[in-house]
């Protein structure tokens, strides 16, 4: 067949060759933005218990990570102090704070908030590892310094620990009106994701804004491991569920600014691939067949999306050059179109222009790809990222443009 036969010296891929990527390709980026959450809308979902944890209320302790937050920390212990649930118990751990974060926390240390100073820049999942060691609760709900809870957060938490679950996600929203909109959108459409996942049989991760696990279901983590995503996925390979409680709800501002949303991306993409490896056996569909198909569609398949862009746009422009068929033509516009629409985004960034929602989500989408291709690079490279870095904030908690 004309299809199959190599063109002049055998040096580029034949139609047949680019076709097929082509397809792969795209079938990989619709499964994991489209169908996927398409998949699990459709499917039988898992039946919950309406048993709750234990009789009376549980107890619980509030882990809250801190590396030089002086400028929030005082502001998220006063929303902690006000939570509603009775006899919480407030831990600060300070990750070798070089600021005044130790001195704001010890100043509550009347009001019963409790800092564990850890030395060394041993990073936030060594010392959740500690921390959960000294603890003796029911259930212990992780937390980061800028986030702000509903008064009832932690309640809607402990309603979610049925039989059978050991860790319940919260719902983390951002403030209206600031940061960066593509992230946002984004992470509206993780919200929904996750209801889906909890619906279907159980989350394969949390955020770090507003997490909890049972204290005894708590799996100590590798040092490398990125907590909130690692915790989820070592409960359930022992048998246990991850499910999403939308009415425990914290705040956050977003990134700023697109640079800082970048680095963000890159260390979390990178972190992320070494703890998939980790737990590698949660991706044989014999053993796990739901939670592999979860993992594979939500997480491998999404942070591949660079190559698959790379690889769609590529064959078409193969196809297009090759074809009588106006297909992959439109499917060349198309695409030539939606990086034209995320290249004055990147314009409208850099010169500090207000730039609508047609070309700002693409010009995001773009650099979220990016960040990620570059956390595969890091991945294969065996880079690892343990230590995080907190962005400069102001006073209320909103990340600020780095200079």
Known sequence: MAALRECDHGCRPSTACAALALVLSLFALCQTYLLYPITLLLSRREEPSTSTVEDGDPSVALVIAAYNEEAVIAGKIENSLALEYPDLEIV????????????????????????????????????????????????????????????????????GFEPGVGCVVGEL??????????????????????????????????????????????????????????EPLAIASRGERAVYAPGAVAWEHTAESVDEELDRRIRIITRSWHTVSSFSELLDPRRYPRLSYQLFSHKLLRWLSPVSLVVAFVSSLVLASRS???????????????????????????????????????????????????????????????AWETAERTPHGEATRDS
């Open 92 to 159: 600060v751990f300070s990750d070798g704070s070089s600021d005044r974060t130790d001195e704001i926390v010890r100043s509550y240390a009347d009001e019963g908030v409790r800092l564990e100073r850890i030395e060394g820049r041993v990073g936030k999942t060594a010392c959740q590892n500690r921390v959960v060691e000294g603890l003796d609760c029911d259930i212990v709900v992780f937390s980061d310094a800028n986030g702000q809870y509903e008064p009832d957060a932690i309640d809607a938490l402990v309603e």
């Open 173 to 230: 929203r951002y403030r209206n009106g600031t940061g960066v909109e593509g992230e946002s959108i984004y992470w509206r459409y993780e919200r929904l994701v996750k209801r889906l996942e909890s619906r279907f049989h159980s989350l394969i991760g949390a955020n770090g804004s507003i997490y909890a696990v049972r204290r005894e279901s708590y799996v100590p983590l590798p040092t490398g491991a990125i907590s909130d995503f690692a």
């Open 324 to 386: 009588d068929t106006r297909l992959p033509r439109i499917l060349l516009l198309g695409q030539v179109g939606y990086y034209a629409l995320a290249l004055c985004g990147w314009l409208a960034d850099r010169y500090d222009v207000a730039a609508p929602t047609v070309v700002h989500v693409p010009y995001y989408f773009v650099v979220a790809n990016y960040g990620m291709l570059v956390g595969l690079r890091n991945f294969l490279a065996d880079r690892r990222i343990v």
